[in-house]
């Protein structure tokens, strides 16, 4: 197949003289600008057409597919049926789908103490510590880091009976939870572990935002005779906005799609279905349960909502962030 | 402008870049010598894939006429990678089938019903049905109703007996007498061993009776109390059956009220486990695929039956997993074939189990040289009798699919701690799981009809 295709590209380039033998370029007569252009032009289609298809091919097409497959019955290995709404009525029925938005709901807790410790830590990195370009490389490991390798190990951090956890809290006499299979504390801990994870990044941000702001406004304060904290509050956050917005809508639309996690570190979505996420939800009902059509019809209604939240936010901050 | 020839490099770099968007499509290739070729979809560890090679060249000598192409991937993404050849009919001839999955792989029409190539190998000698394990056979064969009789659409690669150990070492140290190879322990007989095993000093010394799973474990009390989590034909969840209470309750009393086993919170998997390993248990689940890992114990171990309830009668699960052939292949017999040497040539269950130390899937074979045999474990006629009288399927390998038990999984946390009794779980719960249940035979109904 890729050989024809190959032989059909040649044969394209080859009849509008773009390659060829060895005087081809003294033959060419370029007759006009706009001829020259048109060439360009399409050298520059074909340069395109590549990631384009990738995005046709590998995006557009299943997304339309899976809309489609919302409304069916499809379990992968049989053939669809269409059944209108009956998935969505189904949905609203299951409790499993509304636990499960609420620990993805719940998860987002993580967002604002990410940023709170990540400011921190820029500001900490931002002065000419001893050794902060060290500590930046440090921070940033985690995020490259495969999730899944990460979520391995935590898992054995967090066990019950030999975790590092455990282990260092029992030395100042607590005894600590089997945290992943404890109701109350799989959520949080799993945040915990999300955060540090995440920290470096938006750390880097952070301090990018900080340096970038012009040193200007901290002199003019400073003559006008501001403290620290007041720079700080009045200055460096309301400059970092842009910054943060950009950080929150990601966090948003990330968070809400957290999987790996939970699937790794918890048994079929936690004791009393309390850690499992909306994107476990769908990825259990698809694969697992042969039920492909109703996950389709889940992953839509997360994406209406992640679109309603970001939509929103761009509304509410959209005049204040482009004022200047 | 470019230069000529840089112009050249780039634009057949971007046309490149544009066909391997499309080298995944490959069509069908034409053997250049004639020979039929067979691709068979596998998981596994390294170490079994390179065993697998092996055991292919060795096919490849019996039909020089076939040749096979090995598909290995690893047993987590094995689910949604058949499932995506399904759905793009681009299965391999051989996979792996699990025993859960008989019901809806054959019921979408995937897999080959392989009876009439089976006769035909039978003829031919290759083959004795009879000679393999009539559970684990049991387990593939489907009459488009109930599972375990019907037609056959795969032969099992291996059936695993959840098995019952004990820490020789242990009881001899404690001047407790062994248990009997054969004769199950009654339940308060093992209730008393586990007393005089128990020494929870709090510290690493401690000992414990045992510390079980009870997703895994719960299994053999409640078969051999009589009881079962589904009915004949799979339709009703049985769990409010009083004899299903009393051995859920009896699993969960093992912790909380005579104390044999190490607190519930510490009742995980991974935990007794490594207990065990350490010799601080008296009794662990033992199966044939633990063997390999058990070389290394710093203690003596041997099998016995599981303690038995009112039926008298010792019970377990049967593991399993099967070689199928889809329905779509081009060559039916060759892959048959292939599946019957997998499942029962001679010197591939030999190779194989010399690896995992499995029970061969071949009567004969195991009653003899693996019975025989002078490896670990001594009494490996305890696992011979599971497979041959005692071993059950596990409840959710009888349905469409398995909803309606992971239910029933989700809140069993709160039976061990001992936040709520067996009895009303089973009764707040039960409801739930019907409905599941139910919900997965319409689904089951509407897939036949397609």
């Known amino acids: 197949m890729h050989e024809l295709l190959l032989t059909f590209a040649t044969k394209i380039l080859k009849s509008k003289k773009i390659i060829g033998g060895e ?56 053939k669809p049926s269409f059944t209108g709404i009956e998935n969505f009525v189904k949905m609203t029925q299951d409790p499993h789908f509304w636990k499960a938005l609420f620990n993805t709901a719940f998860m987002m807790i993580g967002i604002p103490i990410r940023l709170v410790l990540a400011l921190m830590l820029a500001l900490a990195m931002n002065r000419k510590i001893f050794g902060a370009k060290t500590f930046r490389v440090l921070y940033y490991i985690p995020v490259i880091s495969s999730i899944a390798a990460i979520s391995i190990l935590w898992r054995w951090v967090y066990n019950g009976d030999y975790g590092l956890l455990n282990q260092v809290l029992s030395i100042v006499g607590v005894k600590g939870p089997n945290w992943l299979t404890n109701e109350a504390t799989v959520k949080p801990a799993i945040i915990a572990m999300a955060v540090w994870q995440d920290l470096g990044m938006s750390m880097l941000l952070y301090l990018a935002g900080i340096q970038s702001i012009p040193k200007d406004y901290n002199e003019a304060a400073q003559i006008d005779g501001a403290n620290t904290f007041q720079i700080f509050k009045n200055i460096t956050v309301p400059m970092l906005k842009p910054v943060t917005f950009y950080m929150v809508i990601t966090g948003i639309i990330g968070g809400s799609q957290m999987f790996i996690q939970q699937n790794l570190m918890t048994d079929n979505g936690g004791t009393n279905y309390s850690a499992a996420t909306i994107v476990y939800y769908l990825w259990d009902k698809a694969f697992k349960q042969y039920q492909m059509g109703y996950a389709c019809a889940v992953g839509w209604i997360l994406a209406i909502i992640i679109f309603a939240v970001t939509y929103f936010q761009f509304k509410n901050s959209s005049n204040e962030l482009f004022e200047e | 402008m470019l230069k000529k020839s840089k112009k050249l490099i780039t634009m057949i770099l971007g046309v490149a870049v544009l066909t391997s968007i499309f080298v995944g499509c490959s069509g069908s290739k034409k053997a250049a010598d004639g020979k039929v070729e067979i691709s068979w979809m596998c998981y596994g560890q390294p170490q079994e894939t390179k065993v697998y090679e092996q055991v292919i060249k060795k096919f490849e000598e019996k039909y020089p006429n076939v040749k096979v192409k090995l598909v290995s991937t690893t047993q987590d993404q094995y689910g949604q990678k058949i499932q995506a050849a399904m759905a793009s009919n681009t299965m391999s001839d051989v996979v792996y089938m699990g025993p859960g999955d008989v019901k809806a792989w054959t019921n979408a029409g995937k897999m080959l019903k392989m009876t009439e190539y089976l006769d035909k190998a039978e003829k031919d000698g290759i083959l004795k049905l009879d000679d393999i394990w009539e559970k684990g056979l049991a387990k593939y064969k489907y009459d488009g109703t109930k599972i375990g009789q019907g037609d056959i659409y795969a032969l099992p690669k291996d ?292």
């Not at chain 2, 062994?178 to 007989?189: A, E, G, R, S």
């Not at chain 2, 051995?247 to 009742?267: M, N, R, V």
Request: net charge neutral; charged share 25%; with cysteine.
């Open chain 2, 159 to 450: 059936i695993g007996p959840f098995g019952f150990g004990y820490n020789k070492t242990l009881f001899e140290k404690k001047g407790i007498p062994l248990p009997d190879k054969t004769k199950p322990y009654t339940w308060d007989q093992f209730i008393d061993v586990c007393k005089k095993l128990t020494n929870d000093t709090g510290g690493d010394d401690a000992t414990f009776g045992t510390g079980l799973n009870v997703q895994w474990s719960l299994p053999a009390f409640v078969f051999s109390n009589g009881a079962d989590w589904l009915n004949d034909d799979a339709t009703k969840v049985t769990i409010t059956d009083p004899k299903f209470e009393e051995s859920l309750q009896f699993f969960a009393d093992q912790t909380l009220k005579y104390k044999i086993t190490p607190s519930s919170e510490q009742g995980q998997t991974l935990d007794t486990y490594q207990r065990w390993l350490k010799g601080q248990l008296g009794f662990f689940a033992t199966a044939p695929w633990d063997i390999a890992a058990f070389e290394s114990l710093p203690f003596e171990y041997d099998i016995i039956p599981w303690p038995a309830g009112s039926t008298g009668q010792t019970a377990s699960w049967l593991g399993s997993v099967g070689f199928g052939v889809a329905a779509n292949t081009k060559h039916p017999q060759e892959a048959t074939n292939l599946a019957i040497f997998l499942s029962t040539d001679k010197d591939a269950n030999k190779m194989v189990s010399d690896q995992q130390i499995q029970v061969p899937n071949i009567k004969s074979m195991a009653k003899t040289d693996y019975l025989n045999a002078s490896n670990k474990p001594a009494n490996k006629q305890a696992f011979i009798d599971l497979i041959e009288k005692y071993g059950k399927p596990l409840p959710g390998e009888r349905t469409y699919n398995a909803e309606w038990y992971n239910k029933y999984l989700e809140g069993i946390q709160d039976v061990l701690d001992g936040k709520i009794t067996a009895k009303d779980y089973c009764e707040k719960v039960q409801p739930e799981m019907q409905k599941l249940l139910d919900d997965s035979i319409a689904k089951e109904a509407k897939e036949k009809t397609k």
């Open chain 1, 23 to 78: 005087n081809m370029a003294a033959k060419i007569k370029i007759k006009s600008k706009s001829d020259y252009y048109a060439r360009e032009r399409k050298a520059g289609y074909l340069f395109v057409l590549a990631p384009v298809l990738q995005f046709f091919i590998f995006a557009l097409v299943p997304l339309l597919i899976s809309l489609y497959a919302g409304f069916t019955d499809w379990s992968t290995i049989g």
